[in-house]
């Protein structure tokens, strides 16, 4: 389909029987850049052939190439990225060319796209061969042990007169934090008794008996 500047460029949907790693360039500038074209589309992957098309039609200054690439994803790959694009002056018109496929071939691209889809639609699936690690199942007798031994475990105290940090200083400010908070205990206990000996002489107080000053007749 011609191209102009006015009219956008035509745009159509390819199936995997529409694609092939069999790729057609046409508008390459009749210049002998065969080499510098089989370069261009080696950057897109690994490409086994590239040679010309002498019997096809063409336009004018202009030569048509037929390029063979090993996978077909890297010949999407080369037509998506290249398709229209400027090469020694001439924008390139790239089409696949299924029509060159043998039947191996054929056979080839659909097992792939067939993996494609699958690969897409289940991906765990491909996890499925990791096998999968799981703790093993404790008996009674380990359970029983387990058990034993939690109850039984010692208690470990640290040492309040422990120094935690490498500097001095800091094991200072923790030594005097300490003092001080033993102190505000000492001071709670000693409040404790204090307090418990006020209520002891209140509470006669609350029980005084009443005095009977209604008259009697």
Same mark, same amino acid.
């Given at each position: 389909m011609g191209r102009t500047k006015e009219i956008p460029p035509a745009v159509r949907v390819y199936t995997v029987c529409d694609e092939s790693r069999y790729l057609v360039v046409r508008k390459v500038p009749a210049l002998g850049c065969g080499d510098d074209l089989m370069r261009l589309f080696a950057t897109y992957g690994e490409v086994e052939e590239c040679k010309p098309m002498d019997a096809e039609d063409c336009e004018e200054f202009t030569d048509v190439y037929w390029i063979k690439f090993r996978l077909i994803a890297n010949a999407r790959f080369a037509k998506r990225k290249l398709d229209d694009s400027v090469f020694l002056g001439n924008r390139l018109q790239i089409s696949y060319a299924p029509e060159f496929e043998t039947l191996s071939d054929t056979k080839d691209k659909l097992e792939t796209r067939r993996k494609e889809v699958l690969s897409?639609?289940?991906?765990q699936k491909g996890k499925g061969s990791v096998s999968q690690v799981t703790k093993p199942a404790l008996t009674t007798q380990s359970e029983t042990d387990y058990q034993f031994h939690r109850r039984n475990a010692p208690i470990t105290r640290v040492s309040s007169d422990q120094e935690y940090f490498g500097s001095s200083s800091m094991n200072q400010t923790v030594k005097t934090v300490r003092e001080k908070l033993n =102190?505000?205990? $000492?001071?709670?206990? /000693? =409040?404790?008794? $204090?307090?418990?000996? /006020?209520?002891?002489?209140?509470?006669p107080d609350l029980k005084r008996t009443r005095v009977d000053n209604r008259r009697r007749i």
């Amino acid at each position: 389909m011609g191209r102009t500047k006015e009219i956008p460029p035509a745009v159509r949907v390819y199936t995997v029987c529409d694609e092939s790693r069999y790729l057609v360039v046409r508008k390459v500038p009749a210049l002998g850049c065969g080499d510098d074209l089989m370069r261009l589309f080696a950057t897109y992957g690994e490409v086994e052939e590239c040679k010309p098309m002498d019997a096809e039609d063409c336009e004018e200054f202009t030569d048509v190439y037929w390029i063979k690439f090993r996978l077909i994803a890297n010949a999407r790959f080369a037509k998506r990225k290249l398709d229209d694009s400027v090469f020694l002056g001439n924008r390139l018109q790239i089409s696949y060319a299924p029509e060159f496929e043998t039947l191996s071939d054929t056979k080839d691209k659909l097992e792939t796209r067939r993996k494609e889809v699958l690969s897409r639609t289940n991906p765990q699936k491909g996890k499925g061969s990791v096998s999968q690690v799981t703790k093993p199942a404790l008996t009674t007798q380990s359970e029983t042990d387990y058990q034993f031994h939690r109850r039984n475990a010692p208690i470990t105290r640290v040492s309040s007169d422990q120094e935690y940090f490498g500097s001095s200083s800091m094991n200072q400010t923790v030594k005097t934090v300490r003092e001080k908070l033993n =102190k505000i205990e $000492e001071s709670g206990k /000693q =409040k404790r008794p $204090e307090a418990s000996s /006020q209520n002891l002489q209140t509470e006669p107080d609350l029980k005084r008996t009443r005095v009977d000053n209604r008259r009697r007749i």
